[in-house]
């Protein structure tokens, strides 16, 4: 660079990049691409079609495989088409490619004048006849019954289905003078195996999880109903993504009701894409009524299970390893997997922790402001003065102090989600330090606010739902703000808001509250469980086909042993 | 509105009389009766009991059918208006007395510095957001609450049972036996959820099941009037009614367990405040259920917050203009006499006319 | 703009409304700007302000880390006013934060104001809702200011604690009572009995090496708010900051005899509650000693068990300490005979002996001791202590302070008919029929 350069003049680097934005925005620009065509009887026109369809001169991991398929001694012009990375090549090689291009038995095998040995249903006997006349024009009849040695083969006639398929990592075949492509199950991309439950561990349970791959979840499913009454209807959402989610249900258990408002409401979304299961539980769920979570989502296979047996329905949405049980009510969100598996006493005990959880976490940090700037009453003399003396250095108001250390712990939280593991500790390590020690001893803070703080996150941790427990963090802002501007007054409004507001929500028809509110009959499973033996009745809110679930005596080994005792 | 389950209902009548039971009917039937106040109690608990009866009979001949449409049924459109408006009149106004006396004590207690009319509006804006609110959300959150206020209150009885002093009873009679029983029957006021089961019938989902309903709700309001009273009564040996503060929660001052559990008066105006709400949320929506029938609204959504101002008004006009003494004891004791015997008399009167005519016709 | 804003947007100003609202209430009543008084005391002021309230604060220094080791102390301030609200009025434009009695656990009137009435400061107190009714209400034999600044806590860390639990001596020896302001009002306002309140006195024997616990020398107040020339009166009696310790007078007072103030105690804090001081139509009229209040507890059925010690060599040589429990609730009859009350009292008691000088065991023959015989003698020491008792009632008092008027209201039918009874001046006449059952079992845990 010379000197002079220096002082030479230089326009501004201003690299400005914008969008520019569409001015009214309305429905009718919500133009779908709808692809109506059927497949072509040529072999040109097919392959042009998908060629623009799929704009393979500029995707890279499109693959069209042109070859003539021998068939009936003739060759016939074909070509295969998959996307690279979703389908399984050794598949595809051995299993269309091979019996189709190389000359065997099957592809050179001529039909005619050969008998064909059926088996008369009358004489009960192997008689043999000429084969059908028309067997040797049925091309594609012959191609899917004899040439291609794949499990899972469907023949199809809409571009429709076939490139949705091809997105889904199946291959397709076009054959020429044939108007109907062959669409082969050829999956073989890579994906994540079963294993445990992230959020939902149990100590006594079943250790496996929902993955991503649709098929493999509906098979998980499968295993554990074991009943050929499951019924799994696929449901394609998104215009442009036609997602695949399937709606489970037992067809002798589950209102009918029920399964129809969910394919109603499942088959009647329009939008472009789906991704997510959370996307699709905003789109179906009854209102978004007041940020209180109304579809219980999972990840556990069994909890889907054992919610089908009660008469519920299951959603599994492609690509997200998360399934949505409908309808869900309020015990729903407090129960763990864990209570079926253990005896009564400990799943009620831990339902009772977990219902002190939710009060606490929800009302405590309300109560404490509400206590301290109203009542003081409330407390024992001792416990006020050590408040006091805890709060003599302490140059913020309670409310400061309050929503400062709720707002840390929240920061906190969110941190440790989005660190590694390794940095993890050190950040659990730091802000327990931070906020904890430092803290009071620079008199920021006081000691008992950060204990309460402390026992709120703990008990906010005890929810076992991750939205329910969402929910309660926001709410526990807005009894604070009520518990800070008229004490008690306000903790009783709020209470009473809220109560009412989750009494108006309801889930599919149910009302969020059941069985408590509305309290139709005695058969309801309420928020602590009997024994298992003792649950007879599925619960009423649901209405399902079948109500009851058990005999009376559902032990009848020990009732016949009482009954021959008593002979 | 919604129908309503058995359960739902019976909660309902009970909401509507405790209200008026803990801020203002248990001070007036101690300082009238004095000692006589638990057979007083007794004996406006049996004349409940039988209006109750009596009203449920007079029913059975209109099951489902709403009060205001009996009333429609009798004297055309005109009477129906101006029946529902001395309703509505009466409902705003109980709604309103009871709003002001808790405000009151509130503001003794808790809110020295802060205007009364503040207090009034967060209760107001409180009924507002439960009249909005679908598929009866506060008449559910009613059902919920009502045992957990039916429990504080037996809990304030036992946990005051060591400073009962039985003899209080004594002179069993009182003042009087036209004190005791003649004048004591104006304390029927206090059932004020009598006047909600003339409109309960159009929302049961079992209009059969009427009957039970409103007399076991009317058992468990006798049942907490018995126990409020026999709390005042027992531990009080002195008039305690000329304070400004409800007896009741004069006498939670006094729970004390060991030196941990005391002062639990804040807890009980926790527990209270919430049944307040409750309350309103009935009144209020009772209210616009009657405009709605009485006018041509079909949603009464739009109209749920000016009502709510309304009711505000009234609160502040009561608070401002009138006694609330004279209006608690002498206003509401005579209008519920007059709305109890306009309900009785249309119900007699409707049922005399279908004997002589025949099926009612649903309009 | 939308619904959904315009709704967003109107919650917001509410919340800002109803926070300004609010806001006065909220700050005058926030934990940082109240200050605690934990007793209250009531005096004689000679002056113009013809009262002398003191205000006990805990030290809150006490509560913290580097203060826990320290003898616990309180914050004493007088000041002189015409009521108890002017009083509070007063100091709280002297100590800045505003004053808050809903943690007071004792009120004490000296027995000069008390003998003058105490209605008034009584009702003035039940009138504020800060003040619960479970305070305990005290009659000090003395200067008031005096007895808060003796009361010290001993064997609790914190002060409060003591005020908290030292009537529960009521329930295991019966010399005093766990009486409260709520229930002394109660009675207060009814004509027709007298009332009672717990007798406390000053312990004029202090070891010297309490004088650093000694609160009066950490009164940060002084003795005196207001610019009255009296104060001089109102000082603590010098006594107690000596150095050398003052004897009990030899006196070896019976329990007939011994009230707050004459008990034969010497420790370190300097206040005493035995007794009971008996209150007519609001004015302090008299004593009842330690025996008195013993009757009294047995008679209301406060006490749950009690010592008694009987003196009878045709039994036993030495004297006999019997243990003696409350077997049942007394039953209280009243019959009006010839217009005058007669009232029967029954009172059944279980007993152990407690304790024999030689510790020889008696129950073997030929040392037995007649266990009916102490049954008996027990049952006539009681009856003839109660008889004595009640007599004082009607002869000394004069007021019903057993509150027998409960039992006699059963045999009227109206108020009016009650009324014009006119129990209070019936009850000197009244007759007693006092009816004690005792079963002593012989249960010592060692003997020789």
């Keep these: 660079m010379k000197i002079m350069d220096i002082f030479k003049y230089k326009p501004p680097e201003n690299y400005d990049f914008n969008i520019q934005t569409i001015e009214n925005a309305s429905v009718q620009d919500l133009n779908f691409e709808t692809i109506e065509e059927k497949v072509f009887l040529s072999y040109q026109k097919n392959l042009e079609f998908i060629q623009s369809k799929f704009n393979s001169l500029i995707n890279s991991d499109i693959v069209i495989r042109k070859f003539k398929i021998i068939c009936k001694n003739k060759q016939y012009n074909s070509f295969l088409v998959y996307i690279d990375g979703m389908t399984d090549s050794v598949n595809i090689n051995d299993f269309v490619l091979k019996p189709l291009m190389l000359r065997n038995k099957s592809n050179t095998y001529i039909e005619e004048n050969k008998s064909i040995k059926k088996f008369n249903y009358n004489s009960k006997k192997n008689v043999s006849h000429t084969s059908n006349k028309n067997a040797k024009s049925d091309l594609s009849n012959y191609i899917y019954t004899n040439l291609i040695p794949n499990n899972n083969l469907s023949k199809q006639t809409e571009f429709s289905k076939i490139i949705s398929d091809i997105n889904s990592g199946n291959c397709v075949l076009f054959v020429d003078t044939l108007n109907i492509a062959f669409d082969i199950d050829a999956k073989g991309f890579k994906q994540r195996n079963i294993d445990r439950p992230q959020i939902e561990n149990v100590i006594k349970g079943p250790q496996e999880a929902f993955v991503e791959n649709i098929r493999t979840n509906t098979s998980l499913l499968r295993r554990l109903v074991n009943n050929q009454n499951l019924i799994i209807e696929s449901i394609e959402i998104g215009n442009l993504s036609k997602t695949k989610c399937a709606l489970c249900y037992i067809q002798n258990i589950a209102n009918n009701d029920l399964i129809a408002e969910a394919k109603y409401r499942l088959n009647n979304i329009s939008i472009d894409s789906l991704i997510s299961s959370g996307e699709l539980e905003q789109l179906i769920q009854d209102g978004s009524s007041a940020a209180i979570p109304q579809i219980l989502s999972t990840e556990r296979p069994d909890k889907c299970v054992k919610g089908m047996y009660q008469g519920r329905a299951v959603i599994l949405v492609n690509g997200n390893p998360y399934a949505l049980i409908i309808p869900s009510v309020l015990t729903d969100f407090l129960a763990s997997p864990e209570d079926s598996n253990l005896i009564p006493v400990y799943a009620n005990f831990l339902k009772a922790i977990r219902l002190l959880a939710f009060l606490v976490t929800l009302l405590l940090p309300g109560m404490y402001i509400a206590i301290t700037n109203f009542h003081q009453e409330l407390f024992p003399t001792e416990l006020l003065f050590s408040i006091l003396v805890a709060r003599e250095n302490v140059p913020f108001p309670i409310i400061f102090e309050l929503l400062l250390m709720e707002v840390s712990f929240e920061l906190i939280r969110e941190g440790g989600l989005r660190t590694p593991s390794a940095i993890g500790s050190t950040l659990g390590i730091v802000g327990a330090l931070i906020l904890g020690d430092a803290a009071v001893s620079a008199n920021v803070v006081s000691p008992i606010l950060i204990i309460v703080v402390a026992i709120t996150g703990l008990s906010s941790f005890v929810i076992p739902n991750f939205s329910f427990g969402f929910h309660l963090r926001i709410y526990r802002f807005i009894f604070t703000i009520l518990g800070y501007i008229c004490g008690f007054l306000g903790i009783g409004i709020g209470i009473y808001v809220y109560l009412a507001i989750l009494c108006s929500i309801k889930s599919f028809g149910v009302s969020y509250l059941s069985p408590i509110s509305p309290n139709i009959s005695g058969f309801s499973l309420k928020y602590f469980i009997p024994p298992f033996w003792k649950q007879e009745y599925r619960n009423d809110f649901l209405a399902s086909k079948k109500q009851v679930s058990q005999s009376k005596y559902s032990m009848k080994w020990k009732k016949e042993y009482t009954d021959g005792k008593n002979k | ?363 | 703009m939308s619904k959904k804003m315009l709704k967003f947007y109107a919650i917001v100003i509410l919340v800002l409304v109803f926070l300004y609202a609010f806001s006065a209430s909220y700050t005058s009543d926030s934990v940082d700007n109240i200050s605690y008084v934990i007793a209250l005391a009531v005096d004689e002021n000679e002056g113009e302000k013809n009262l002398q309230i003191t205000f006990e604060f805990m030290d809150t220094s006490t509560f913290s880390k580097e203060g826990s080791s320290e003898t616990k102390s309180a914050i004493i301030d007088t000041v002189n006013a015409s009521s108890i609200n002017s009083a509070i009025n007063i100091l709280n434009a002297y100590i800045g934060k505003q004053i808050n009695l809903s943690h007071c656990k004792v009120v004490v009137f000296s027995d000069k104001i008390a003998k003058k009435g105490i209605n008034a400061e009584v009702s003035e107190l039940m009138n504020n809702i800060q003040v619960r009714p479970s305070t305990n209400i005290i009659i000090c034999k003395g200067n008031a200011l005096e007895y808060i600044q003796k009361s010290t806590s001993q064997l609790e860390k914190i002060l409060t604690k003591y005020y908290d639990i030292f009537p529960n001596s009521s329930e295991y020896t019966g010399y005093t009572s766990n009486i409260m302001i709520g229930e002394f009002y109660n009675y207060l306002t009814t004509k027709e009995c007298g009332n009672l309140a717990i007798l406390g006195g000053l312990n004029p024997t202090i070891s010297p090496s309490n004088s650093s616990g000694n609160p009066s020398s950490k009164t940060t107040g002084g003795s005196s708010s207001s610019s009255s020339s009296d104060s001089s009166s109102n000082k603590p009696t010098s006594s107690s900051s000596e150095n050398k310790p003052k004897e009990k007078p030899d006196n070896n007072s019976s329990l007939s005899e011994m009230i707050a103030g004459n008990a034969p105690i010497l420790g370190e804090r300097g206040t005493e509650n035995i007794g009971l001081a008996v209150i007519k139509d609001g004015i302090y009229i008299g004593d009842l000693s330690a025996l008195d209040t013993l009757c009294h507890t047995l008679i209301n059925g406060e006490v749950n068990s009690f010592l008694l010690t009987i003196n009878n060599t045709e039994i036993y040589e030495h004297y006999l300490d019997i243990e003696l429990f409350e077997n049942m609730s007394p039953k209280i009859k009243v019959d009006i005979e010839d217009d005058n009350p007669k009232i029967n009292i029954e009172i059944k008691l279980i007993g152990r002996i407690s304790g024999i000088k030689d510790g020889i065991n008696y129950s073997d023959e030929p040392n037995s001791l007649d266990l009916d015989k102490i049954s008996k003698v027990a049952e006539q020491t009681i009856q003839k202590h109660i008889e004595n008792y009640l007599n004082k009632t009607t002869t000394k008092f004069k007021c019903d302070i057993d509150y027998f008027y409960n039992h006699a209201k059963r045999k009227f039918l109206y108020i009016q008919d009650w009324k014009n009874y006119d129990w209070s001046s019936k009850y000197p006449s009244s007759r007693f029929n006092v009816n004690v059952k005792a079963k002593v079992y012989y249960s010592l845990l060692h003997s020789d």
């Design chain 2, 1 to 363: 509105m919604e129908k309503i389950n058995n359960k739902e209902a019976i909660s309902l009548p009970i909401s509507c009389s405790l209200g008026i039971t803990v801020l203002v009917s248990s001070q007036i039937i101690a300082s009238h009766c004095l000692s006589s106040s638990l057979i007083n109690t007794g004996y406006i608990s049996i004349l409940a009991l039988v209006l109750t009866f009596i009203i449920c009979k007079l029913y059975k001949r209109f099951i489902g059918i709403s009060f205001l449409d009996i009333t429609e049924f009798l004297g055309g459109k005109i009477l129906k208006f101006l029946v529902g408006i001395t309703f509505l009149f009466y409902f705003t106004f109980t709604a309103s007395i009871v709003l002001c006396k808790t405000v009151n004590c509130l503001q003794i207690v808790y809110y020295p510095m802060t205007h009364p009319n503040y207090t009034v509006l967060l209760f107001a804006i409180t009924a507002g957001i439960a009249c909005n609110l679908k598929n009866n959300g506060f008449l559910r959150a009613t059902f919920i609450l009502v045992p957990i206020v039916i429990i504080a209150i037996i809990f304030i009885f036992v946990g005051n049972l060591k400073n009962f002093n039985y003899e209080n009873i004594f002179p069993i009679m009182g003042n009087g036996w036209n004190t005791t029983f003649l004048e004591g029957s104006t304390n029927l006021f206090t059932f004020g959820g009598i006047t909600y089961i003339l409109f309960l019938p159009q929302n049961l989902k079992r209009p059969d099941k009427f009957m039970s309903v409103s007399i076991i709700s009317t058992i468990i309001s006798s049942a907490l009037l018995t126990f409020i009273t026999a709390t005042i009564i027992l531990m009080f040996n002195r008039n305690v009614t000329s304070g400004q503060l409800f007896p009741l929660y004069i006498a939670v001052r006094y729970i004390e367990f060991g030196t941990f559990f005391q002062r639990l008066d804040s807890a009980f105006l926790l527990i209270l405040n919430i049944a307040i709400c409750s309350f309103l949320g009935i009144y209020a929506n009772l209210c616009l259920e009657i405009i709605k029938e009485i006018s041509s609204i079909s949603d009464t959504k739009p109209i749920s917050f000016p009502f709510v101002l309304l009711l505000y008004a009234c609160t502040i006009l009561i608070d401002a203009k009138f006694e609330l003494e004279f209006m608690q004891n002498q206003f509401l004791k005579v209008f519920f006499f007059v709305i109890l015997t306009l309900g009785l008399a249309i119900l007699i009167l409707a049922n005399l006319k279908k004997s002589l005519k025949g099926e009612i016709r649903n309009e």
